[in-house]
């Protein structure tokens, strides 16, 4: 399993990013997918995660209504379309897959830093 996550940078407050994670080495379509992140001195936290075919998702609660995870399956990518950042959001985040599970994750990508400045 290899992720590679992009997308990261510097933003401002109330601005918008999207995050990509290309995966190789596994049948995609076949793993539910998410994402994680975690702030400097915090520990990490779930972030967002979709089923397989897209048709079930979850949030945390402080990112609802703010960021949307997306998954393309021709292209073995996930996405995470992140709108109205705030300063709490900034942190590494991490996509992750797992074949059999939305709630534990077990393959980790590396992370890609987002900073949003106020």
């Known amino acids: 399993v290899q992720l590679q996550a992009s997308g990261g940078g510097l933003v401002q407050a109330g601005g918008s990013l999207r995050l990509s994670c290309a995966a190789s080495g596994f049948v995609f379509r076949n793993f539910f997918v998410g994402w994680f992140r975690q702030a400097p001195g915090k520990e990490r936290e779930f972030v967002a995660a979709?089923?397989?075919?897209?048709?079930?998702?979850a949030y945390a609660d402080s990112v609802k209504g703010r960021f949307t995870i997306s998954r393309d399956n021709a292209k073995a990518t996930v996405y995470l379309q992140m709108n109205d950042l705030k300063t709490d959001d900034t942190a590494v985040y991490y996509c992750v897959v797992d074949y059999y599970s939305m709630t534990n994750f077990r393959s980790w990508g590396q992370g890609t830093q987002v900073t949003v400045s106020s």
């Open positions: 979709l089923s397989r075919v897209g048709g079930r998702t």
